[in-house]
């Protein structure tokens, strides 16, 4: 069952511009909700989390946004740099719980 | 510490034969987890320890699929009978008790198993 959805495989965007990374899920039990980056022959790196109580984290150039109501989370990246091309993964779990993952979308900033 | 480690990197093995991966998590972690990563798709859990205790156990792990951590420490994933099916990436991962972190998991760079 897919309770983790990103159903964009891509996204390109242009150096220096906006990247809004989308993903859904179904299970409303879930209430932590983190985002991954891969790089290819690498494991998945942690890059930034968010509980269910907030509706906003902030680190650096990259913001998690959640919105409960809607089940829905988005990662932006401002501004996009080369080197954050990469597949992202959002991931959700409940309380102390795996996590459960989607299928990534593959992210590609242009110079 | 050198994070999490895997090993092998890279596994060929004909079909029906027994493969064993091995993971290291990093030593102050104590929940250590176990995912499948097949091409196109996220990562599926498999199964996770606290310390040297199995917690939970995924559908998708048949009975040929056998994990296990002696002393809380490394991890082995053992699969008997390989299938072509179970060619996939196969990745391990550890982290600190949720309260005491942000929640991040640590991965280690997997172990890719091509059955022959």
């Known amino acids: 069952d897919q309770q983790v959805k990103q159903n964009s495989p891509s996204l390109s965007v242009q150096e220096g511009r906006i990247s809004i990374l989308n993903c859904d899920y179904t299970n409303s039990m879930f209430d932590y909700f983190l985002w991954y980056k891969k790089y290819p022959a690498e494991g998945p790196t942690f890059l930034i989390s968010?509980?269910?109580?907030?509706d906003k984290n902030e680190d650096g150039r990259f913001t998690v946004f959640l919105n409960k109501s809607a089940k829905h989370l988005s990662l932006h990246i401002v501004p996009s740099q080369p080197g954050d091309s990469a597949v992202y993964f959002c991931a959700a779990s409940a309380s102390n719980n795996d996590m459960r993952f989607g299928a990534g979308t593959r992210l590609t900033v242009k110079p | 510490d050198t994070g999490v480690s895997q090993d092998p990197r890279h596994k060929i093995t004909k079909r029906g034969q027994n493969v064993t991966f091995r993971c290291d998590p990093i030593?102050?972690?104590?929940?250590l987890y176990w995912y499948r990563q097949t091409l196109g798709q996220g990562p599926e859990f498999l199964t996770y320890?606290?310390?040297?205790?199995?917690?939970?156990k995924s559908r998708l792990l048949s009975d040929r699929f056998s994990a296990e951590r002696p002393k809380g420490s490394f991890s082995t994933l053992e699969i008997q009978r390989t299938e072509q099916g179970d060619s996939a990436m196969y990745l391990c991962a550890s982290s600190a008790n949720r309260v005491e972190t942000n929640y991040g998991y640590t991965f280690g760079s997997g172990t890719r198993l091509t059955v022959v």
């Open positions: 968010i509980s269910s109580i907030k």
């Open positions: 320890f606290q310390n040297e205790a199995q917690l939970e």
């Open positions: 030593s102050e972690h104590n929940r």
